[in-house]
């Protein structure tokens, strides 16, 4: 299987900032990698696909990155509602492996 | 509008099996390009891909739990369902399944989710 790692697990950020968050496959996995946002108790949402397309109603201060094994998410101005957990996949092989996630924080 | 809801037992016991039912709409699984897959979360843990199924009825399962998944759909239904046998208490988890459909060259994403369902097993 193709190991999905993320960095950081965890970030404390204010409204207005930028983060970064960070994802290298064990392989090379082309493209093929999406971002996942999960608020708590709720079912991960669909943010980026194909490592930089920004998925139907996702807000453009959400862009991808990256090709190969190395792959950026980036959110240019923290809003309130963005804290919470963002999540990489990669779909390149089956099976299709999650990131282990990183936990946006309210600083 | 796509949506798919997650059924099925709350609470089970180890060695006992499990199936989820997902029924959608907004889609039909007889579409070029079309398929349904399942994945699990447990507790505070990443999410966890299972197996999916697509519009011409090939199927891929996760190689770690090949031997106790089975994937099936019934497309006049709209429905996809998913059995897991041999339960124990490490399979407790969120369970949901998702609209993947075909990008470029193949590749399926999770475009949408169910809203899940928790599945405890326990004696």
């Known amino acids: 299987d193709i190991q999905m790692t993320q960095s950081p697990s965890s970030v404390s950020a204010s409204v207005g900032d930028r983060v970064t968050i960070t994802c290298r496959a064990s392989?090379?996995?082309?493209?093929?990698l999406a971002w996942y946002q999960q608020k708590p108790g709720r079912a991960p949402k669909l943010l980026i696909y194909?490592?930089?397309n920004l998925h139907s109603g996702v807000p453009s201060r959400f862009s991808g990155s990256g090709s190969g094994t190395d792959f950026t998410l980036t959110i240019s101005s923290l809003q309130p509602e963005d804290f919470a957990t963002y999540y990489c996949q990669q779909a390149s092989t089956f099976p299709q492996t999650f990131g282990q996630g990183t936990i946006l924080e309210i600083k | 509008q796509v949506t798919l809801k997650e059924s099925g037992p709350t609470l089970v016991k180890p060695t006992q099996t499990l199936t989820l039912t997902c029924t959608f709409s907004?889609?039909?699984?007889?579409?070029?390009?079309?398929?349904v897959g399942w994945i699990r979360q447990p507790p505070g843990k990443a999410p966890e891909w299972l197996a999916l199924i697509f519009w011409d009825n090939d199927k891929r399962y996760s190689p770690s739990l090949r031997s106790r998944l089975t994937i099936t759909k019934d497309t006049s239904r709209n429905q996809v369902v998913l059995i897991v046998t041999n339960m124990d208490p490490v399979d407790t988890a969120t369970y949901y399944c998702?609209?993947?459909?075909?990008?470029?060259?193949?590749?399926?994403?999770?475009?949408?989710w169910g809203q899940g369902t928790l599945v405890t097993v326990s004696s």
């Open positions: 194909t490592a930089s």
């Open positions: 392989q090379d996995i082309n493209i093929w």
């Open positions: 907004g889609f039909s699984l007889s579409t070029n390009g079309v398929g």
């Open positions: 998702g609209y993947q459909g075909r990008r470029v060259r193949g590749v399926y994403f999770v475009d949408y």
